[in-house]
Nanobody, 117 residues
Framework: QVQLVESGGGLVQPGGSLRLSCAASGFPFSLYYMSWVRQAPGKGPEWVSDINTGGFRTAYADSVKGRFTISRDNGKNMLYLQMNSLKPEDTALYYC??????????RGQGTQLTVSS
C-alpha cells in the first residue's frame, strides 16, 4: 500500500533552517509528481510546493518562494524540503503528498515544524 512517512520537523528559531524528508513506498515513486502541504493550527491545508517526476521542474507558494527548496531522489524514493529563513508563520504540520498542487490522493501523517524564539 502507499506509504508516505515524513521526518525532520522540530523547534527552530526565527531565521533558522531545517530540512524535511519524506520516505515513499508502495508505488512507483519516480512516476508521480510530489508535493509538500502544510496546515497551521486553526487553518486549512496550504499547498507549499511541488516537483515533477524528474525533479527538474518545481513550483512554490508565494509565501515560501525564495526560502524553501523542494527536491527528490528517485533512486531512494525520497522527497525533501529545505527550509531557510524560517518565520513564525511557517509553524505548521507539514505533509508530503502524492500529486501536484491541484490534486493529491495520498499524504503522510505529517511532521511538526515550530518556529519560535
Amino acid at each position: 500500500q502507499v506509504q508516505l512517512v515524513e521526518s525532520g520537523g522540530g523547534l527552530v528559531q526565527p531565521g533558522g533552517s531545517l530540512r524535511l524528508s519524506c520516505a515513499a513506498s508502495g508505488f512507483p515513486f519516480s512516476l508521480y509528481y510530489m508535493s509538500w502541504v502544510r496546515q497551521a493550527p486553526g487553518k486549512g491545508p496550504e499547498w507549499v510546493s511541488d516537483i515533477n517526476t524528474g525533479g527538474f521542474r518545481t513550483a512554490y507558494a508565494d509565501s515560501v518562494k525564495g526560502r524553501f527548496t523542494i527536491s527528490r531522489d528517485n533512486g531512494k524514493n525520497m522527497l525533501y524540503l529545505q527550509m531557510n529563513s524560517l518565520k513564525p508563520e511557517d509553524t505548521a504540520l507539514y505533509y508530503c503528498a502524492r500529486g501536484d498542487r491541484t490534486f493529491h490522493d495520498y499524504r503522510g501523517q505529517g511532521t511538526q515544524l515550530t518556529v519560535s524564539s
